[in-house]
């Protein structure tokens, strides 16, 4: 985790984000249902407005290719404890991971071997 820290920018907001498109990428390709389903759950927890979505989820995208998957892992653990991410918290964006991945109606192993990974960097 010395390598990658939580960047200074990164937002509750964004990392929320970043960590919706980590589960709609878990079978290593975004599907426009599961972008669609990140939009609403941004909506409907009032965090990013309609018109400023495609803006920051451009944003995010960019930073997420940048990682490999040890970088994303490490990403993902500083900002939780840079963003001081409580347990709470972390149950929520676990239940929400799984409306993501799940949202293309299909579970293959990929998917549920990320969950795992992603139910284990979250500390559930």
Do not use: P
């Amino acid at each position: 985790m010395d390598n990658l820290a939580c960047r200074e920018d990164y937002t509750y907001e964004k990392f929320i984000l970043y960590l919706y498109l980590c589960a709609a990428y878990a079978d290593y390709k975004i599907e426009e249902s599961e972008k669609d389903v990140i939009r609403e759950k941004m909506a409907k927890m009032g965090v990013i407005k309609a018109e400023n979505f495609d803006k920051c989820w451009n944003q995010v995208l960019h930073d997420f290719k940048q990682h490999n998957d040890l970088e994303t892992m490490e990403h993902v653990q500083a900002c939780c404890a840079q963003l001081n991410i409580d347990e709470l918290a972390r149950m929520k964006i676990y239940k929400d991971f799984k409306d993501i991945v799940w949202a293309d109606g299909k579970q293959d192993d990929a998917e549920r071997i990320n969950m795992f990974k992603f139910k284990k960097i979250l500390g559930i």
